[in-house]
């Protein structure tokens, strides 16, 4: 499975942006997508991810009610709706799939990444 991000950006506090994730390949005995992300000197970090059948979503903490994870299965597609950011969320965004079912949230699950996409958050 190979994928692909976009979507990033230069975005003002308070704006917003939607990140895609496209898959060149198809999503047979894929789980799940996620988003991971990645700022400078800092760990990467999990951000959501959603089950590609099912559709079952689950955020981190800082973003719940901020972001939203979708997927359109018949364009083997998957985004990230970003609202109201923050300095915070300056970071490389980088999608995931894994064919696994558990340890969602953890990056090791994941064996398909895309390049990342960077965005940026200014004050």
């Known amino acids: 499975v190979q994928l692909q991000a976009s979507g990033g950006g230069l975005v003002q506090v308070g704006g917003s942006l939607r990140l895609s994730c496209s898959s060149s390949?198809?999503?047979?005995?894929?789980?799940?997508m996620g988003w991971f992300r990645q700022d400078s000197g800092v760990d990467r970090e999990f951000v959501a991810f959603?089950?590609?059948?099912?559709?079952?979503?689950y955020y981190t903490e800082p973003v719940k009610g901020r972001f939203t994870i979708s997927r359109d299965k018949t364009k083997n597609m998957m985004y990230l709706d970003m609202n109201n950011l923050k300095p915070e969320d300056t970071a490389v965004f980088y999608c995931?799939?894994?064919?696994?079912?558990?340890?969602?949230?953890?990056?090791?699950?994941?064996?398909?990444w895309g390049q990342g996409t960077q965005v940026t958050v200014s004050s």
């Open positions: 390949d198809p999503t047979d005995g894929i789980h799940a």
């Open positions: 995931a799939a894994t064919t696994r079912k558990n340890y969602l949230t953890m990056g090791n699950t994941y064996a398909y």
């Open positions: 959603i089950t590609w059948n099912g559709g079952s979503t």
